[in-house]
């Protein structure tokens, strides 16, 4: 039988968006604004791929994905708020995001710099009801150090600061940073929000951390293909390799995502099946 | 025996710089800039009045301060994000904070955006070390709550939109919201971390609103004398109230916070000496 992803990213794209949408101020809530353009953020499209990851990761880990739901929109929430925040006049002030206007484009500099501020919080918030507290002090600690300074921020901080040719240095650095960390982090705290073995949790980090890497380049393969949004020369991995060496990167990486699953104790085949999925946009 | 507020004030200041010196990136630490910027923020001088605070109340709860040296950190670093971004030339343009060049100004707006963010996820990040586990919940919960788009963001966010004459209102909303609630759960996460009674974190709760009620009355009271340093129309309660109404106002906020301090199990000398000291500068 083979595993049917649409439908299942479907079923669990729902699931979170319900999830988020319940852990967002209620419109109307004082100062109504603010209550606006939080929910224009989060509730503005988006395939929720690392919340789909997260819950992905506690099952795959033999867990429950129930106690992996907070973390997941934890995730997704961080991951909002630097959106909020890159598109900023700024740093690289984007207009459009997802065909619609982004928060600072709707609704002020000054606001969405506190929005941004503020899902940051509800992402902590929200991290803080997964169900088993022994495990929170590891799941905080996680999520911190993943998307702070040594981590998405640091990759965010190169990735602006950045000017004339990339080297290899950079895009690593960048690519690592800025989204394999969160995608990795995400692996890790659905693991653990599920009690996964030292082992099991090993596993699925280098299956977030592959699979952040495989995202990115293929990212850059697929935006060869389209405009530009603003004048900033682009920090691509097509600065120092071919288009054909990157899709072999791109195949190299997922496969060593896939291969990492192996022998885990719960269902890989969601996992398994949206690794290929995203290379075939390019292969 | 008096109580010697002078050498307690000093010597508490210097244990929670020590900390914070501690939870900061090195000196040097890729990216050099942000780890630089990071450490400029938050080691550019202050009172330290909220860490204090935090751990004065961990002490009259009956326990030991240790316990809430996290908390401590974590208020001082979730503070100290709110002004690099209140700074910012979207909100209040300054350009000098405490003598010093602020973040944007020194290192760029983009920078100071990032600064920002990564001090909040510092504050989580410190919080999650704190000794006892099974409070972790209550903490982050309660920190992220008086942060967040219901805290001290909802308070930033009215004070930037309000726009001709302030009315009461807004007035008690801004001053609960951006200043109040941080001065709350910081008591809060002091006697939370000490393991306090419910009875015995009432009381501080309480402590804390009324200081920080009467902080920003002072701090009103105080202004008048200074030059400022924007052309924004000034959100003051002197506004809505004459000089002689606003003292008398610190005067009974601060007798409030005092009073309330009662048949704590630990010593509350401190917090008595350190409410009287801050009304003495305008009585």
Excluded at 14 to 29: I, K, Q, Y
Excluded at 38 to 55: E, N, Q, T, W, Y
Excluded at 179 to 194: C, I, P
Excluded at 235 to 240: D, P, V
Aim: aromatic fraction near 4%; glycine fraction near 6%.
């Amino acid at each position: 039988m083979t595993f049917d992803l649409k439908s299942y990213l479907a079923e669990r794209k729902t699931l979170v968006e319900t999830e988020l949408f319940a852990c967002l101020p209620a419109e109307g809530t004082r100062p109504a604004e603010l209550a606006s353009a939080m929910r224009h953020a989060v509730l503005s499209g988006g395939k929720r791929l690392r919340p789909i990851l997260c819950l992905a990761a506690a099952e795959a880990a033999g867990g429950k994905l129930e106690h992996a739901l907070p973390a997941a929109c934890a995730v997704e929430l961080l991951h909002t708020y630097t959106l909020v925040h890159d598109d900023l006049p700024c740093m690289d002030n984007d207009t459009l995001r997802r065909g619609q206007p982004t928060v600072w484009a709707k609704y002020g500099e000054a606001l969405a710099v506190l929005v941004g501020d503020a899902l940051q919080t509800l992402a902590f918030e929200t991290l803080a009801r997964t169900p088993s507290a022994t495990t929170l002090p590891g799941l905080v600690t996680e999520l911190a150090k993943a998307a702070g300074a040594a981590g998405v921020i640091a990759g965010q901080v190169e990735d602006i600061a950045f000017a004339g040719a990339p080297t290899r240095d950079i895009i690593q650095y960048v690519f690592q940073h800025k989204t394999a960390d969160l995608f990795r982090v995400t692996m890790r705290l659905g693991a653990l929000a599920a009690g996964a073995t030292e082992t099991d949790l090993e596993k699925l980090s280098r299956y977030g951390n592959n699979l952040g890497i495989a995202f990115q380049v293929i990212d850059d393969l697929l935006d060869t293909q389209q405009a530009r949004s603003d004048d900033k020369p682009e920090l691509t991995c097509l600065a120092i390799m071919s288009e054909a060496e990157a899709r072999t990167y791109a195949k190299e990486t997922t496969a060593e995502a896939i291969a990492s699953l192996k022998s885990l104790p719960g269902n890989t085949a969601p996992l398994t099946a949206l690794a290929k999925n995203m290379l075939s946009r390019v292969i």
